[in-house]
């Protein structure tokens, strides 16, 4: 009986938790790292739109590494309620890393570690964070880096407020590469070097990385050939592919991108 009563006491507590948080679309707050606009808010490429991967490089494309979402809050507590259409679970990378979320709040100008957690269970809510202050923070919360979310929602206390923030990072960087790029083996889900790189210079980076698949094929050159308004393109493709696949694509796939923009900004005489 007294077994009986603590655990109706304990699912009673839990219920007054979960009643006390309200949960937002974390696609209604702002959403960074997307090279070109996509259907799906968590995908990085837009797979109905651009063909020719191969089912691997499909399923790459669809996950969300180097994406986060940007929101001021004071809310004390932060909960995630995250659905996944695919979740990897990988014996190279941390699991926070490939399904989880990692949060950094930004203080006197730098972006300070907060927290990283992945669900136990996927598709269960869970407390990133607790027991701030109700100070008004500046949030930046990666997304995973090797799994493809169906939905995501961000968790505040009831009577806390929740707002899009503007992209904190400047220009526009597109990282194409390998599992470097990607972020395989990181601890967490911001710490691939794009990632670090964005928060240490405050440079925006499109994070592009496929791991194993970065090897200069002609249709990533087709979709990188449609940012136009990139600032500037990094190719990490030395890790993949071998030498005299290098030296076979390299120039081409370049020439492919560069045909584009030529293109674009070619200059046009003013009619007289």
């Not at 077994?3 to 209604?28: E, G, I, K, Y």
């Not at 390299?250 to 009619?271: D, N």
């Amino acid at each position: 009986m007294k077994r009986l009563f603590l655990l109706l006491a304990a699912c009673a507590t839990t219920c007054t938790t979960v009643a006390q948080m309200r949960f937002v679309d974390a696609a209604d707050l702002n959403l960074i790292g997307r090279a070109l606009p996509t259907s799906h808010p968590y995908h990085r490429i837009d797979t109905a739109v651009y063909k020719g991967f191969t089912p691997e490089e499909n399923q790459q494309v669809r996950c969300s590494a180097g994406l986060a979402v940007t929101f001021r809050t004071d809310s004390p507590r932060i909960d995630i309620l995250a659905t996944y259409l695919y979740a990897r679970r990988g014996d190279n990378t941390a699991g926070i890393s490939d399904a989880g979320f990692d949060l950094y709040i930004r203080q006197d100008g730098e972006w300070l570690y907060a927290a990283s957690m992945a669900p136990r269970k996927r598709g269960d809510a869970f407390t990133l964070i607790q027991d701030m202050d109700t100070s008004e923070k500046e949030c930046l919360l990666y997304l995973p880096i090797y799994s493809e979310l169906a939905s995501l929602k961000i968790g505040i206390a009831e009577d806390a407020s929740i707002a899009p923030s503007e992209n904190p990072f400047r220009h526009k960087i597109v990282i194409f590469g390998s599992s470097f790029t990607h972020g395989m083996s990181t601890s967490r889900a911001g710490m691939s070097y794009p990632m670090q790189i964005e928060r240490s210079t405050g440079l925006c980076f499109c994070n592009l990385g496929c791991s194993g698949n970065c090897r200069l094929q002609p249709y990533f050159a087709d979709y990188l050939r449609e940012v136009k308004d990139a600032d500037a393109m990094v190719f990490d493709a030395f890790s993949n592919p071998s030498a005299q696949m290098i030296r076979e694509r390299l120039i081409p796939f370049i020439a492919r991108i560069r045909e584009q923009l030529f293109h674009l900004y070619t200059y046009q005489s003013p009619p007289d």
